[in-house]
């Protein structure tokens, strides 16, 4: 079946430093979708990608859907300590009807 | 505003006792699905819905059941908990159609079966 697996499990930076996680599809995806969920809170949709290739920014966060659309990425620059929190990906098959979340990355940001 | 509500928050309950998770969503989602959330493993689907009367398997739909008789509920029933669905539970409802596209999440519900 179809699996989605994310890298890297955890991660701790220090604020102000850089942080990607990177999202990879067993089958094509029609989309991808990113969300966030804050410690004790729930997940939160953060963005959605469709086209291949596609580049998407907010603010300081950047989302790449891969060309091949069996991967994703999401930079975050220049951390602050409200990133901390799980991010999941989750990609949604080409009948549009299964949406398969990742593993999550687990995001620590020190001040 | 825009929310799905889950009840209860936190539930402790013993083997073999029937439960019900409540989620409702007023947002007029056509899609509806529940979610496990177990450390390392993600959010797995149990079971979803596209429409009122229309439910599915998901990944890990053993010793759970469903039902959606109206649009704005869809509740979780285990007939029987076992130890092993100790775990975080989370409904969610789309705003895509009948599709599972930007989910909306409840709070969630802290289950542990005892």
């Known amino acids: 079946g179809q699996q989605v697996m994310q890298i890297p499990q955890y991660q701790h930076v220090q604020e102000g430093e850089d942080f990607t996680t990177y999202c990879n599809s067993s089958?094509?995806?029609?989309?991808i979708q990113w969300y966030k969920q804050r410690p004790g809170g729930h997940p939160v949709f953060l963005i959605q990608l469709v086209k291949s290739g596609e580049v998407k920014k907010q603010k300081r966060l950047t989302f790449q859907f891969g060309e091949a659309k069996k991967n994703s990425s999401l930079h975050i620059t220049a951390t602050q300590t409200t990133d901390v929190g799980t991010y999941f990906c989750?990609?949604?098959?080409?009948?549009?009807?299964?949406?398969?979340f990742g593993t999550g990355t687990r995001l620590l940001v020190s001040p | 505003e825009a929310q799905v509500t889950q009840n209860p928050r936190y539930l402790i309950t013993v083997t073999g006792k029937k439960l019900t998770v409540t989620c409702s969503q007023n947002?007029?989602?056509?899609?509806m699905s529940w979610y496990r959330q177990d450390p390392g493993l993600g959010l797995r689907q149990i079971y979803y819905s596209m429409n009122v009367e229309v439910t599915d398997k998901g990944d890990v739909p053993e010793g759970y059941k469903v039902s959606r008789k109206e649009k704005r509920n869809f509740p979780l029933i285990l007939e029987s908990p076992s130890p092993n669905q100790t775990s975080l539970y989370f409904c969610a409802s789309s705003s895509g159609g009948g599709f599972p596209e930007k989910l909306f999440f409840g709070s969630g519900t802290q289950l542990s079966v005892l």
């Open positions: 947002m007029n989602h056509e899609y």
């Open positions: 089958t094509t995806l029609s989309n």
């Open positions: 989750a990609g949604m098959n080409t009948g549009f009807q299964k949406l398969v």
